[in-house]
């Protein structure tokens, strides 16, 4: 794992951000990920982002850790926060290897705020698991650094086995065990749970009969997306710029707002209730259930 600090160019103040927030960065010539941010949100003079090598991705954090050395020029977006904090009584945060980063200033948070929290911290081995020395000098918590090769599986049913009041679970890290703890919050309270993934879960395959069109409110033009292709790959077809960066429904960037219609929802972002309001759509991975989908462009 290395971890990055950014800095403006010219020395000016960083937008601000809050604890869950994620920034892109174009790696490459149209090669882009997202990264969340895991410094101090009162430091307005420089973002820290860290960034785990894994040979089996797509490439883009062996450019950085193979490419970005200090002083190097990188193009950022502003900070998005699809992972924000609740106001509650408790928090109980449950990590896997690097999907500790959006917890470090979450933890850092509430432990300001004298909320009380628990922190369930796995990772292959302890020599691997980042940030184990800053999490120890977080006061009023319980932290349990669990690596798999001292301890093996979490143990979630100690954690998660009855649903606690007033509590929020955060949970970030490898799809089986984001997996693993959603099934166990089924029984918990509406709205106690809340994911980030950084791979998508797997989605249904695509029916022959579910194409549908879309009209772009601000022009009247309506276009056909057959079931085969994508929403955001037939919008950008018709010439219509739309940013995005992960294609796959797990970063929020090419949210579109919905008038019209009733969205079919397959992306690992929005809320409940989100989807239900049928109010907005992640046109890279979803759908719609009526024949027609009006969106605001």
């Known amino acids: 794992m290395v971890s990055l600090e950014l800095c403006a160019e010219d020395g000016a103040p960083l937008p601000g951000w809050t604890p869950g927030a994620h920034i892109e960065i174009e790696l490459a010539d149209k090669i882009v990920r997202h990264y969340s941010l895991c410094g101090n ?16 991705s797509r490439g883009g954090s062996a450019l950085i850790h193979d490419g970005f050395r200090p002083g190097r020029l990188v193009s950022a977006s502003w900070p998005r926060n ?16 690097i999907g500790i980063t959006p917890m470090l200033p979450m933890i850092h948070e509430v432990a300001g705020r004298g909320k009380a929290w628990t922190l369930v911290y796995g990772g292959r081995t302890r020599g691997s698991m980042a940030f184990v020395d800053e999490l120890s000098t977080v006061s009023d918590g319980e932290l349990y650094v669990l690596p798999h090769d001292e301890h093996g599986l979490l143990d979630l049913d100690r954690f998660l086995g009855s649903p606690a009041p007033h509590t929020a679970v955060y949970c970030c890290g490898p799809g089986p065990l984001i997996d693993a703890v959603e099934l166990r919050c089924a029984s918990w309270p509406a709205g106690a749970l809340h994911l980030e993934r950084f791979t998508p879960r797997e989605r249904p395959p695509l029916s022959a009969d579910g194409q549908f069109d879309v009209q772009l409110a601000r022009t ?18 018709a010439g219509i710029e739309i940013d995005n960066s992960c294609r796959a429904g797990i970063c929020g960037t090419c949210e579109l707002r919905v008038l019209g219609g009733i969205p079919e929802h397959h992306d690992d972002v929005l809320s409940d209730s989100e989807r239900d309001s049928h109010e907005m759509i992640l046109p890279c991975v979803s759908r719609s259930r009526s024949a027609v989908l009006v969106v605001d462009l």
């Open 41 to 56: 949100p009162a430091d307005a003079q420089r973002w820290r982002i860290a960034v785990l090598r894994d040979d089996n």
């Open 82 to 97: 699809n992972f924000a904090l609740v106001d509650t009584d408790r928090y109980l945060f449950i990590a896997g290897g």
């Open 220 to 237: 009247g033009t309506t276009l056909s997306v057959p079931a085969d292709r994508t929403l955001l790959d037939v919008l950008e077809d």
